[in-house]
């Protein structure tokens, strides 16, 4: 086999990461290791780990990039609709949702908690704060403006992150065909089912009002 051409240029660090994704979108996070990814790239078997001490961590920094992409798209969602606290909560689910159709491997690992230190993970922890603390705005913004139930803020938050996740995780692992849903069209048809959520909320809004 020939010796791997050792990296010389650009971002290693964030080659790693790239080539990390791709490996465990091959193999899985479960089989994934430092000296796949570093034969992969063409660099040392040593090279990863002036970056990453462990697998774990390498997970972790991948989980980490995940999470900011997810922010940037949940913030931009919001961001449109700033008036309407029922408009922004779906904008939340289908920010989620975007991001786990199109990256799947990044919606997997942060889903995978036993493949990575979230305690380690400062800056990931903050970032769930964040959309958590986002999702409760937009909650007590419909609730003043008729569209929620009134119930507390924090478990509607909870129950609505529950849905997309549920929604996400059974396109992912396959579970809509059991429940007579196409795979095909899966993704499509969890957006559905979120403006179905939606539209519950809705209704228990208006009938507290």
Not at 154 to 172: C, F, I, P, S
Not at 176 to 181: C, E, H, N, R
């Amino acid at each position: 086999m020939p010796t791997p051409r050792l990296y010389h240029h650009g971002n290693l660090r964030q080659t790693l990461l790239n080539a990390a994704v791709q490996l465990a979108e091959e193999v899985g996070t479960e089989h994934l290791s430092l000296r796949e990814v570093a034969r992969r790239v063409g660099v040392a078997p040593s090279a990863p780990y002036r970056h990453f001490a462990s697998r774990k961590a390498l997970l972790t920094a991948v989980a980490e990039e995940a999470t900011e992409r997810l922010r940037i798209g949940m913030v931009t969602g919001v961001a449109a609709h700033r008036q309407q606290g029922l408009a922004q909560l779906q904008a939340l689910g289908e920010a989620y949702l975007d991001w786990a159709e199109h990256h799947p491997m990044h919606f997997r690992v942060v889903s995978a908690r036993d493949q990575i230190d979230y305690a380690a993970a400062v800056g990931m922890a903050q970032r769930h704060q964040e959309l958590r603390a986002m999702t409760v705005q937009a909650i007590t913004l419909a609730q003043q403006q008729g569209a929620a139930p009134p119930v507390d803020p924090q478990t509607l938050a909870v129950l609505a992150r529950a849905t997309v996740y549920g929604l996400a995780r059974m396109q992912t692992d396959g579970h809509f065909a059991q429940w007579g849903v196409d795979p095909a069209t899966g993704w499509q048809s969890a957006r559905d089912l979120l403006g179905v959520f939606m539209g519950l909320l809705a209704q228990s809004g208006e009938a507290g009002q």
